[in-house]
Protein backbone atom coordinates (compact mmCIF):
# COMPACT_ATOMS: atom_id res chain seq x y z
CA UNK A 1 0.00 0.00 0.00
CA UNK A 2 1.40 3.49 -1.03
CA UNK A 3 -1.02 5.31 1.13
CA UNK A 4 0.42 7.97 3.50
CA UNK A 5 -2.32 8.13 5.67
CA UNK A 6 -1.87 6.50 8.95
CA UNK A 7 -3.25 2.80 10.36
CA UNK A 8 -4.81 2.61 13.17
CA UNK A 9 -4.86 -0.81 13.73
CA UNK A 10 -2.53 -1.59 16.12
CA UNK A 11 -2.78 0.96 19.22
CA UNK A 12 -1.65 0.52 22.57
CA UNK A 13 -2.39 2.96 25.71
CA UNK A 14 0.31 4.24 27.48
CA UNK A 15 0.98 6.21 30.97
CA UNK A 16 3.56 9.13 30.30
CA UNK A 17 4.55 11.73 32.51
CA UNK A 18 3.79 15.03 31.50
CA UNK A 19 7.67 15.72 29.94
CA UNK A 20 7.73 12.51 28.19
CA UNK A 21 3.82 13.33 26.52
CA UNK A 22 5.50 16.49 25.39
CA UNK A 23 8.52 15.24 23.84
CA UNK A 24 6.37 11.83 21.80
CA UNK A 25 3.13 13.90 21.23
CA UNK A 26 2.07 14.32 17.97
CA UNK A 27 0.75 17.29 15.96
CA UNK A 28 -1.17 17.81 12.95
CA UNK A 29 1.69 17.72 9.81
CA UNK A 30 4.12 15.55 11.62
CA UNK A 31 5.50 12.57 9.65
CA UNK A 32 6.07 9.15 11.04
CA UNK A 33 8.92 7.34 9.23
CA UNK A 34 9.59 3.97 10.03
CA UNK A 35 13.00 3.61 12.03
CA UNK A 36 13.32 -0.15 11.86
CA UNK A 37 11.68 -2.69 9.73
CA UNK A 38 12.20 -5.28 6.64
CA UNK A 39 13.81 -3.75 3.90
CA UNK A 40 10.92 -3.37 1.80
CA UNK A 41 9.34 -1.48 4.12
CA UNK A 42 11.83 0.73 6.08
CA UNK A 43 11.36 4.36 5.47
CA UNK A 44 7.62 3.84 5.01
CA UNK A 45 5.99 7.10 6.07
CA UNK A 46 2.82 8.71 7.25
CA UNK A 47 1.37 11.67 8.04
CA UNK A 48 -0.55 12.88 10.99
CA UNK A 49 -3.94 14.63 11.04
CA UNK A 50 -6.46 15.86 13.52
CA UNK A 51 -7.39 12.16 14.26
CA UNK A 52 -3.93 11.39 15.79
CA UNK A 53 -4.38 14.40 17.63
CA UNK A 54 -2.65 13.46 21.58
CA UNK A 55 -1.08 10.39 20.58
CA UNK A 56 1.88 9.87 20.99
CA UNK A 57 4.81 7.65 18.74
CA UNK A 58 7.35 5.00 19.51
CA UNK A 59 10.94 4.24 19.27
CA UNK A 60 10.27 2.32 15.72
CA UNK A 61 9.59 5.27 14.21
CA UNK A 62 11.37 8.81 13.58
CA UNK A 63 9.03 11.82 14.04
CA UNK A 64 9.72 15.11 11.60
CA UNK A 65 8.43 18.33 11.74
CA UNK A 66 9.18 20.64 8.73
CA UNK A 67 10.05 23.77 7.87
CA UNK A 68 6.76 26.19 7.03
CA UNK A 69 7.61 25.94 3.84
CA UNK A 70 7.44 22.14 2.84
CA UNK A 71 3.38 20.60 2.59
CA UNK A 72 3.05 17.79 4.66
CA UNK A 73 1.17 16.11 2.73
CA UNK A 74 3.55 16.57 -0.05
CA UNK A 75 6.86 15.37 1.67
CA UNK A 76 4.53 12.35 2.70
CA UNK A 77 3.51 11.42 -0.58
CA UNK A 78 7.12 11.96 -1.95
CA UNK A 79 8.23 9.17 0.61
CA UNK A 80 5.89 6.81 -1.42
CA UNK A 81 7.99 7.21 -4.42
CA UNK A 82 9.80 4.82 -5.91
CA UNK A 83 12.77 6.99 -6.53
CA UNK A 84 12.57 7.89 -2.82
CA UNK A 85 12.18 4.54 -1.69
CA UNK A 86 15.15 3.54 -3.62
CA UNK A 87 17.06 6.05 -1.60
CA UNK A 88 15.91 5.13 1.14
CA UNK A 89 16.96 1.39 1.21
CA UNK A 90 20.35 2.29 0.01
CA UNK A 91 21.31 4.13 2.93
CA UNK A 92 19.69 1.55 5.44
CA UNK A 93 21.77 -1.00 7.55
CA UNK A 94 20.90 -4.54 7.47
CA UNK A 95 20.61 -6.90 10.22
CA UNK A 96 19.20 -10.07 10.85
CA UNK A 97 15.85 -9.97 8.69
CA UNK A 98 15.58 -6.17 9.56
CA UNK A 99 16.81 -3.18 8.34
CA UNK A 100 17.35 0.68 10.17
CA UNK A 101 17.98 4.12 9.36
CA UNK A 102 18.27 7.44 11.51
CA UNK A 103 17.70 11.04 11.96
CA UNK A 104 20.84 11.70 9.69
CA UNK A 105 20.43 9.54 6.69
CA UNK A 106 16.53 11.78 6.42
CA UNK A 107 18.90 15.12 6.46
CA UNK A 108 21.09 13.54 4.13
CA UNK A 109 18.04 12.74 1.21
CA UNK A 110 17.71 15.57 -1.53
CA UNK A 111 14.17 16.27 -2.20
CA UNK A 112 13.07 18.66 -4.74
CA UNK A 113 10.60 21.08 -3.89
CA UNK A 114 8.39 23.72 -5.44
CA UNK A 115 6.86 26.86 -3.60
CA UNK A 116 4.31 25.61 -1.18
CA UNK A 117 0.87 26.67 -2.63
CA UNK A 118 1.80 24.14 -5.42
CA UNK A 119 3.08 21.71 -3.18
CA UNK A 120 -0.61 21.52 -1.44
CA UNK A 121 -1.90 21.91 -5.35
CA UNK A 122 -0.19 18.70 -6.18
CA UNK A 123 -0.82 17.12 -3.17
CA UNK A 124 -4.20 17.85 -3.14
CA UNK A 125 -4.53 16.55 -6.65
CA UNK A 126 -2.89 12.90 -5.74
CA UNK A 127 -4.61 12.57 -2.94
CA UNK A 128 -8.14 12.89 -4.80
CA UNK A 129 -6.38 9.73 -7.39
CA UNK A 130 -5.46 7.84 -5.00
CA UNK A 131 -9.30 7.81 -3.49
CA UNK A 132 -10.50 7.14 -6.90
CA UNK A 133 -8.58 4.31 -7.09
CA UNK A 134 -9.16 2.78 -3.77
CA UNK A 135 -12.78 3.09 -4.77
CA UNK A 136 -12.34 1.34 -7.93
CA UNK A 137 -10.05 -1.21 -6.15
CA UNK A 138 -13.09 -1.55 -3.95
CA UNK A 139 -15.52 -1.90 -6.38
CA UNK A 140 -13.51 -4.59 -8.50
CA UNK A 141 -12.75 -6.62 -5.18
CA UNK A 142 -16.31 -6.62 -5.00
CA UNK A 143 -16.93 -8.26 -8.57
CA UNK A 144 -14.42 -10.50 -8.18
CA UNK A 145 -16.15 -11.80 -5.08
CA UNK A 146 -19.36 -11.84 -6.81
CA UNK A 147 -17.96 -14.18 -9.67
CA UNK A 148 -16.31 -16.34 -7.82
CA UNK A 149 -19.31 -17.25 -5.62
CA UNK A 150 -20.87 -18.08 -8.53
CA UNK A 151 -21.55 -21.63 -9.01
CA UNK A 152 -19.48 -22.93 -12.16
CA UNK A 153 -22.26 -24.72 -13.69
CA UNK A 154 -24.40 -21.87 -13.60
CA UNK A 155 -21.44 -19.80 -15.26
CA UNK A 156 -21.12 -22.27 -18.12
CA UNK A 157 -24.83 -21.81 -18.60
CA UNK A 158 -24.02 -17.74 -18.89
CA UNK A 159 -21.46 -18.16 -21.45
CA UNK A 160 -22.76 -20.68 -23.39
CA UNK A 161 -26.10 -18.70 -23.47
CA UNK A 162 -28.01 -21.42 -22.52
CA UNK A 163 -28.98 -19.72 -19.43
Not at 32 to 61: P, T, W
Not at 90 to 116: C, E, F, Y
Amino acid sequence: NTSWRLNHKDLAKVVLNGQEKEKFQLSIGDLLISRVNSHELVGKCGIADANEQGYVFENMLIRVRLAEEVEPMFMAQQFATRIMREALRNVAKRAIGQSSINATDLKNLKVRLPIRERQAQLAMELDARLDSVLEIACLVNQELSAFTATPPGLLRQAFSGSL
